[in-house]
């Protein structure tokens, strides 16, 4: 036993503990203490596709639309009650259903089959497609129990789940949870968790550094630096499944010509950007994260240069940036780590070029709501600053909500090409197939069209007391805290 | 003409020199408002002159140099004397660039909401009756609403530069100088000279630009002095969260917001500029003080 | 007599500023002050009176400097005491009221809180209880009315009498072997200030206080001193018994000092005449009435009436005199007359035509023609402009000049008036209430107006400049026909300066006639209560013992029923109480609102003037 | 006793009338204001039909004047409304789209958060003035007291030193160099009396240098007041009259300038302090909200807020006019 861990957390938990009730990475984070996962899925830059057991010992297809998954047994939720097949399919065909606001992560209906006390089958043939479509879903879908599920309410209000910490309550800005005697893999050492929600960077720095916290999460790159020089704490650093992007409004002039828009590319010395932006980035030319299933390192992805620029520019009837309405900039401040700063240099660096580019910051609300395109098909300013994270290493949940002409949702593009190869990929029916359309067509089309530009994956960092052995990050935000120990 | 030549004269001894130079003088005779003075006259020059002394390039961004202390320090090279930001620019070109801008929305945003705040609370005071009623209720009102509100709705519904910017500061910043304006007007309105220049025939429009504004507006202007920095730590604030004047226009408030995350590995960036700040509004207070006991030494005749 | 003196002042020299730029405003000045005796100092303006008064309480601070001499008090050096022993003598053996009472007290404690808490710190035994009721007794005794509820009153509710009188309980209830009271009947009218010397003699006579009684006026100081000091330029001239130094000053400035003393019966020459010319001026039944609001009572307001109803006309060239106590509504009417304010009832008219019916530029020529001088002159100029400006300011809104021509002009005004053109552009702060007003008085000549109002203008000054500027107002009016109203309650100086006299009482004129009906044959006993408490060193026709009036006028809120003087009116008869007099006209053009005859009233006890030796004042007559 | 009934219903009657105003004033702003409370609330994947119906349900569709109006009604019957993000367990990010779904008591009382984060703010305003005081009472008095001298030196040094402090800057120089470097003090959030110093601090640094010059003003023109050498000279001392008196009507210039200046910049100050130290108190609770766009909380500061200052301002009024009966109002 070492006590409380006291965790100052950049976000915090919405009004409801249900977790197909929200969107929300810090929830999902705070979901990773409370609720046990059918698998897991380590999602490491090396072997993305990587999957263990961890409510499932076994796991296998049965046949296009059947998956089976063999149940461990012993294991209780935090309730005392007994976890059985009845709470897997009570979770799935709760979770999958469209109704619910968190659906938008999982691939339609499924039917579980309860094989046995410790043996369900999923099964989507009735809902025409492949089920291999859970096969990471399953890693990240919080197994609820049937009770709960019976009961909404209970579920808002009092998150059981099988994990290495139950909930105990929330006081003001701080959730406090503590350790499950039951825990299937062993009570963890930390007696107790207190979440505390600390929404400024330097806050969180600072509070660490004066030992009032152990661990906190989202820290700026020279924090990450110092903090590592610091005795007494150490650092992580892990890559996360978010790409940053700088989209462009396709269905307003001047970047309805794609020709701008790869002029734009082209003038960003994305080396200089990830210098800014130091270890909180990683250089990947690729418009999803090296942790996401289909990454590759696209050829041909727009390179810095100049030359290229002018000869678009030149192209595209606006020598030296001549004739070009003005370009608005917009990204935020106190959301992601250094968007003030490289938003700076890139408006320098195409300012060099001859673009009239003007830079406006927004706090994330104002910005938040400027993001996305509005029932007119339109959204204000030209170049938009915006990261995407989602919790799987499943690329379409990138690739069809910001390409699709369908969605597209913040850039508006709308290109049958793009969206032919996107359909394209979402068929194939086996994941080699699929990964095959996905690193050969899909992706270097999008970096040619270049609806937007990703300019870099983001890193996690996060630094915690010295005293803290043992922890586990997720590069979606998760945190496993299971095996630590705080001396 | 009938000259009366026998009245003694009084003790004053009669200076033919307007009261201004008057109080000048006298202030400039005080050590504090020598360096005070120059300090300031310093810091301005600097901030005029600084972009043509020191390299201008160093205004330009050079990630290599990103981080870069001082040079008293270990690693600090020319021509950054004071070191340089997270994007390699030269931190003290950019603070004095950054605290003229913050210094001129500082100033520009009290004169206007004196002027207007005055404006409104000498009108108000000497009217009386149902306009001052309104008037008062107004001020009231727009006292109430916290400024961080305001600026959030005026500067999201129209982005923000300097001159929205001015405006909400203006805007939250004109009750108190309307309130205090009047309450002083109240008391001068009753003075007897108010109704001797009515009697001569001066116009109220008259009375109150010359006869009540001169009485009643140095003391509150030499409040305003005070006020000049509060509006540069405003504008500091809405720089803190993003709504302030936008970036690459250095600020006060952009470059210590931009500079606080760096605390640890590049104090500098965060203490220059407020050293620089302190510098320029500390010294600028103090004259404000020092010409304030000078004004009221000549006004009770002391001097 | 022979007994030890009580405090004795030797070689006493103060200075202004130290060092060669140091200038002497008293020097050598030597006296000594009797056990229960009054000692009268007196001298012009400016002489260094209150300088002394106020050294003998130790209360001399930079600039001003104590060069040399010594202040002796039973022995011990005042002026060398250490603060912690002078400060166990003042208020307790030695007491001061100085000439300004309403800005004695802190405004914002009752006055009854402010003498007991003196008297506790003196008596710190004393319990709350016993302070307060020796307090009230106190103030009984000087006859503030109602004393018990006005113990919890606060300063700026009383009359500058009452606060006077408050500031003598102050003074006295400390028992105090000396008193030094420094002009304090100046700033009061004659019926007051008769009553306040009456007070200070008796307090003198039973508790055998000794006075330093300081004033400019030598009526007053005949009226109470024992012995007088005459003080010129910050020395000492003479030192006399007060008899004789009436009878027989040995300095050619006491001299000159009593020749100076207006006269008001005897050896009057040449009063104005009353003028035939058209009418400038015609007031008609002319009120005004104020609300305030009262604190005692929900959403009620008081109604001050200020002016009741006033006529009366002046013609071109002459002088009006407007007399009447303090609170009587003359400045109300004078600021009727220079629409300041509007009336609420009644017509003015200048030159046949009614001011309300003015506008614009119509109203602004009228302004130029019809100048008021204030009351005040402290408040009536800027204090942050130069006096230059000040004066050129009706110039430049009236456009009448500009540039060269105005600093000009505005000199010469200056010069006119007896300012010093170097004052153009010195700020008023160190100019003596006479300099600033004729700063006052330039402002309003500079404009050549046809009209003057005068409220009080010479009221604040000593009688040396009074004449001063009378003799400058005799000027200016012979050469530009000026006509002059003067509001005052100086009943010497109405006497010099204008041909009719009008009286006022609670808003009302109750009296108005030509000068000599007024002052020789009065037909209202308020005039006459008037004219009885004047200090002259003269013998008065109407005496203090006939007339003085007790307590004071009624406020304007609660005016009685009938005829408003008969709450003070020694003869009241029935009629009075319930009938109005009207302003019914006497001989000529002389008026007066009385139920009473002449025959009904005292005869005059002097009535041959200009008989030498007779004119001579008794010392018993208060 | 009538003057103080007739002071109270007037003003009270005025009070709730400026309140009302300032409560329409910015419930209209926020509603003209850019950022959609509801885009925050459901969360970036929420489709335009769902952020529709969403917004209707909670009424945001309606005319801004029945807006005001309902909301009026509500709070007639002492309903402040529910915050449209944070849970009644204490979340407080939005993205759930369950929000909409759930019934509004499931969202936190805006009321009971209020009631929550006020004794934080009063501790924080009480000890940043109480440290304001206690350096600029005493230094204030003496500089008033005498013309000139030290302490009207100190005074003027130090004002002129704090008033160019920026309270963003100083809080961070603070954390920096009396919690990180050293570990002296506390300084993020609050768990004990202590993560109450250095934020004080940082209040009082704001405060002083007004109060200390108000003070000394105040001082200075009632002891060139006649009655206050007047009063030695009858026999009290100077002590007593400074403090039983000077004091005394110095409190009326001084009541004024407190109830219209500090009170502003106490809010202020305390919003941006209480934010840089994530001080859970109510500043932090508003800017929060204002960043969420969490209208209920946002209104029912400001009309907390106001109703404050109104009440204030009433109060000083009337401590002036009991102190000076001179004074009208
Ligand atoms: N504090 C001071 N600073 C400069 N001069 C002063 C000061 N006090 C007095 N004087 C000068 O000393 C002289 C004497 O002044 P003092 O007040 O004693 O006259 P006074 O005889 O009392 O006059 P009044 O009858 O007008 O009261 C005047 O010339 C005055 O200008
Ligand atoms: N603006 C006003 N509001 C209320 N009452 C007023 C106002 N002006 C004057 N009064 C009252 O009217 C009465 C007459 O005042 P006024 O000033 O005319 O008297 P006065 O004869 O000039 O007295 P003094 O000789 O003291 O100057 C006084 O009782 C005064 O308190
Ligand atoms: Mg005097
Ligand atoms: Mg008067």
Not at chain 1, 293 to 301: A, C, H, L, N
Not at chain 1, 453 to 477: E, Q, W
Not at chain 3, 351 to 373: C, E, I, K, P, Y
Not at chain 4, 265 to 284: A, N, T, W
């Amino acid at each position: 036993a070492s006590g409380s861990l006291i965790f100052a957390a950049a976000g915090t938990v919405t009004s409801s503990w249900d977790p197909t009730s929200h969107t929300v990475a810090p929830q999902i984070t705070a979901e990773g203490f409370l609720f046990g996962h059918l698998t897991k899925c380590p999602m490491s830059e090396a072997n993305p596709g990587e999957i263990l057991p961890d409510l499932a010992t076994e796991w296998s297809v049965i046949d296009e639309h059947t998956l089976e998954y063999k149940l461990r047994q012993g294991v209780t939720f935090h309730d005392g009650k007994p976890f059985t097949a009845a709470d897997v399919k009570a979770t799935y065909e709760y979770a999958s259903n469209p109704d619910r606001p968190a659906s938008a992560w999982y691939p339609g209906r499924v039917d579980v089959e309860v094989v046995d006390d410790y043996t369900v089958r999923l099964n989507t043939k009735q809902y025409g497609y492949p089920a291999i479509n859970f096969w990471y879903v399953s890693s990240f879908l919080p197994i609820l129990s049937a009770a709960d599920v019976a009961n909404p309410d209970t579920l808002k209000q009092k998150p059981n789940g099988t994990g290495p910490f139950r909930y105990v309550e929330t006081v003001g800005d701080q959730i406090k949870f503590a350790a499950f005697d039951k825990f299937h893999e062993g009570k963890p050492s930390i007696e107790e968790i207190v979440w505390a929600y600390v929404p400024d960077a330097n806050t969180r720095v600072l509070g660490l550094l004066n030992g009032q916290y152990h661990l906190t999460e989202r820290l700026e790159p020279e924090q990450y630096l110092s903090l590592h020089k610091e005795a007494g704490l150490k650092t992580d650093r892990s890559l996360s499944s978010e790409n940053k992007y700088l989209h462009f409004r396709c269905n307003k002039p001047p970047f309805d010509d794609p020709r701008i828009r790869l002029a734009v590319c082209h003038a960003i010395d994305r080396a200089q950007v990830l210098a800014v932006v130091g270890e909180a980035g990683q250089a990947s030319n690729c418009h999803v994260s090296p942790v996401k299933f289909g990454f590759t390192d696209v050829k041909d992805y727009p390179e810095y240069d100049p030359e290229k620029t002018q000869a678009l520019l030149a192209e595209a009837g606006f020598p030296n940036g001549q004739g070009l309405p003005e370009i608005e900039y917009i990204t935020s401040v106190g959301f992601y780590p250094k968007t003030r700063e490289y938003g700076e240099l890139i408006t320098a660096m195409l300012q060099e070029q001859g673009f009239p580019i003007k830079l406006t910051t927004l706090e994330p609300a104002a910005w938040e709501e400027q993001l996305y395109r509005r029932a007119d098909g339109q959204g204000p300013g030209h170049i938009i600053d915006v990261g995407w994270i989602t919790g799987s290493p499943e690329p379409d949940l990138v690739l069809r909500p910001n390409y699709h002409s369908k969605f597209a949702l913040i850039n508006g593009v709308n290109d049958p090409e793009i969206d032919a190869s996107l359909d394209k990929e979402h068929g194939a029916t086996s994941t080699e197939e699929r990964l095959k359309i996905l690193q050969e067509e899909t992706l270097p089309l999008i970096a040619g069209k270049a609806p937007s530009i990703s300019l870099f994956s983001s890193v996690f960092l996060r630094a915690m007391s010295a005293k803290l052995d043992g922890v586990t990050f997720y590069p979606n935000g998760p945190i496993d805290l299971s095996k630590a120990t705080l001396s | 003409m009938a000259i009366i030549s026998s009245i003694p004269q009084s003790s004053a001894p009669a200076r033919s020199q307007s009261v201004n130079a008057r109080i000048l003088r006298l202030a400039w005779r005080s050590p504090e408002m020598k360096v005070a003075s120059a300090l300031f006259l310093a810091l301005c020059l600097l901030t005029l002159f600084g972009p043509f002394i020191i390299d201008a390039s160093a205004t330009k961004i050079s990630v290599a140099d990103k981080f870069l202390p001082p040079i008293f320090m270990d690693g600090g090279r020319l021509p950054y004397f004071l070191g340089t930001d997270q994007l390699g620019r030269d931190l003290l070109l950019r603070s004095l660039v950054g605290l003229r801008n913050a210094f001129l929305i500082g100033v520009v945003s009290v004169i206007l909401m004196f002027a207007l705040g005055c404006a409104i609370g000498i009108f108000s005071g000497y009217r009386g009756g149902w306009t001052d009623v309104v008037l008062m209720r107004i001020t009231d009102i727009q006292m109430s609403i916290p400024v961080i509100i305001l600026a959030i709705t005026i500067l999201g519904m129209s982005r923000p530069n300097p001159f929205t910017i001015v405006a909400v500061l203006v805007l939250s910043g004109w009750p108190i100088y309307a309130r205090v304006a009047r309450s002083v007007t109240l008391a001068e309105r009753q003075k007897e000279y108010v109704r001797a220049a009515r009697i001569i025939g001066a116009s109220d429009l008259r009375i109150m630009i010359r006869h009540i504004a001169p009485s009643i507006l140095p003391p509150i202007a030499f409040v305003a002095v005070l006020d000049v920095a509060r509006m540069m730590i405003f504008e500091a604030i809405f720089g803190f969260i993003g709504i302030g004047i936008q970036p690459p226009t250095p600020t006060f408030g952009t470059i210590i917001s931009g500079g606080t995350q760096y605390l640890l590995n590049a104090w500098w960036i965060t203490i220059v500029p407020g050293c620089l700040l302190a510098l320029s509004l500390g010294s600028l207070n103090l004259i404000g003080g020092v010409l304030e006991r000078s004004r009221n030494l000549v006004l009770q005749g002391a001097a | 007599m022979g007994t030890e003196p009580l405090l004795t002042v030797e070689n006493l020299s103060i200075c202004l500023g130290t060092g060669d730029g140091a200038r002497a405003l008293l020097s050598n000045i030597t006296f000594a002050v009797k056990p229960k005796s009054v000692l009268g100092i007196i001298g012009e303006s400016g002489s260094g009176k209150t300088l002394l008064s106020r050294a003998l309480v130790n209360w001399v601070r930079a600039p001003l400097q104590v060069t040399a001499g010594k202040v002796i008090y039973q022995g011990l050096d005042l002026l060398a005491l250490p603060e912690t022993q002078m400060a166990r003598l003042r208020g307790r053996e030695i007491a001061y009221i100085g000439a300004n009472p309403t800005t004695a007290l802190d405004p914002t404690v009752p006055v009854g809180h402010q003498i007991e808490e003196k008297l506790r710190t003196i008596e710190p035994g004393l319990s709350g209880q016993e302070a307060r009721k020796r307090v009230i007794a106190m103030l009984d005794a000087v006859r503030i009315p109602s004393a018990r509820s006005r113990f919890d009153e606060y300063p700026f509710q009383f009359s500058g009498g009452m606060m006077q009188r408050a500031m003598i309980v102050d003074a006295l209830i400390s028992n105090p072997k000396l008193l030094v009271a420094d002009n304090i009947t100046q700033p009061l009218d004659v019926t007051v200030a008769a009553q306040i010397l009456r007070l200070l003699r008796d307090l003198q006579r039973d508790f055998g206080t000794s006075i330093v009684f300081v004033s400019s006026s030598f009526g007053t100081i005949v009226d109470i001193a024992d012995e007088v000091v005459v003080l010129d330029k910050g020395k000492i001239v003479e030192a006399q018994d007060t008899g004789r130094i009436q009878k027989s000053p040995d300095h050619p400035y006491t001299r000159e000092l009593l020749a100076k003393v207006p006269r008001l019966w005897h050896g009057v020459s040449g009063v104005p005449q009353v003028h035939v010319e058209p009418v400038v001026l015609s007031v008609r039944d002319v009120a005004k009435t104020y609300e305030v609001k009262d604190r005692a009572s929900l959403f009620k307001k008081n109604r001050v009436q200020a002016v009741r109803g006033v006529s009366f006309e002046v013609r071109r060239g002459e002088s009006l005199g407007l007399i009447g106590e303090s609170g009587c509504g003359k400045s109300t009417l004078s600021r009727l007359l220079s629409s300041l304010e509007p009336p609420d009832r009644g017509a003015i008219e200048v030159n046949g035509v009614d001011v309300a019916t003015l506008h614009g530029d119509a109203l602004l020529s009228m302004r130029r023609r019809f100048q008021l001088l204030l009351q005040d002159p402290y408040n009536s100029i800027p204090s942050h402009v130069s006096i230059g400006t000040t004066i050129a300011e009706p110039l430049r809104i009236h456009r009448l000049a500009s540039g060269n021509g105005l600093r000009e002009r505005v000199c010469a005004v200056m010069q006119e008036v007896g300012l010093s053109p170097d004052l153009y552009d010195a700020l008023p702060v160190g100019l003596s209430a006479g300099q600033r007003q004729r700063v006052n008085i330039a402002r309003a000549m500079v404009l050549e107006p046809s009209v003057l109002i005068l409220d009080e203008t010479l009221s604040a000054l000593d009688q040396v400049e009074q004449a001063k500027l009378l003799d400058l107002f005799d000027n200016l009016q012979r050469k530009h026909g000026i006509t002059y109203l003067y509001i005052s309650h100086d009943l010497a100086m109405v006497r010099r300066a204008c041909a009719r006299i009008a009286v006022m009482y609670l808003g009302k004129i109750v009296e108005i006639g030509d000068n000599e009906t007024i002052f020789d044959e009065p037909a209202h006993p308020y005039t006459r209560t008037l004219l009885s408490s004047v200090s002259t060193v003269e013998a008065k026709p109407f005496l203090p013992k006939d007339y003085l009036l007790e307590g004071e006028p009624p406020d304007p809120i609660h005016i009685p029923e009938g005829c408003s003087f008969r709450s003070r009116c020694p003869f009241v008869i029935e009629t009075c109480r319930s009938v109005e007099p009207p302003l019914s006209t006497r001989a000529g053009t002389s008026a007066a609102a009385c139920h009473l005859g002449l025959e009904r009233l005292p005869m005059p006890s002097v009535m041959t003037p200009g008989r030498p030796g007779s004119d001579l004042k008794q010392m018993d007559s208060l | 006793m009538a003057f103080a009934l007739e002071f109270f219903l007037r003003r009270i009657s005025q009070g709730v009338l400026i309140v009302l105003a300032v409560a329409f004033v910015i419930f209209a702003l926020l509603r003209i204001a850019p950022g959609d409370p509801i885009r925050i609330i459901l969360g970036p994947m929420a489709t335009p039909s769902a952020m529709e119906e969403t917004a209707e349900r909670f009424g945001l569709r309606d005319p801004i004047p029945v807006q005001f109006l309902r909301y009026l009604g509500d709070i007639a019957k002492g309903d402040f409304g529910n915050s449209f993000i944070r849970g009644k367990q204490g979340g407080t990010t939005g993205g759930s789209q369950d929000a909409a779904g759930s019934p509004p008591v499931e969202r936190a009382a805006v009321i009971e958060l209020i009631a929550k984060a006020l004794p934080y703010t009063l501790l924080l305003a009480a000890c940043g003035f109480l440290l304001a005081c206690l350096v600029s009472i005493p230094l204030g008095i003496m500089a008033g007291v005498r013309n000139n001298g030290w302490p009207q030196k100190v005074a003027l040094y130090l004002s002129s030193l704090l008033v160019s402090l920026p309270n963003v800057w100083v809080g961070i120089v603070l954390i920096y160099l009396l919690s990180a470097r050293t570990g002296w003090l506390p300084a993020i959030g609050y768990r004990h009396i202590g993560y109450v110093i250095i934020p004080a601090i940082v209040v009082a640094i704001e405060l002083a240098p007004v109060m200390i010059r108000s003070i000394s003003v105040a001082v200075a023109t009632n002891v060139q007041d006649p009655f206050y050498e007047i009063g030695q000279v009858r026999g009290l001392s100077a002590r007593a009259m400074l403090f039983r008196h000077v004091l005394r009507n110095a409190a009326v210039p001084l009541l004024n300038s407190f109830g219209a200046q500090m009170i502003g910049m106490l809010l202020g100050g305390l919003f941006v302090v209480e934010y840089i130290f994530s001080f859970p108190g109510i500043g932090l609770l508003t800017i929060n909200a204002v960043f969420q766009r969490d209208f209920p909380v946002i209104q029912t500061v400001a009309i907390f807020a106001s109703t404050v200052l109104v009440f204030i301002n009433i109060a000083v009024d009337f401590a002036s006019t009991t102190i000076d009966r001179r004074l009208k109002f």
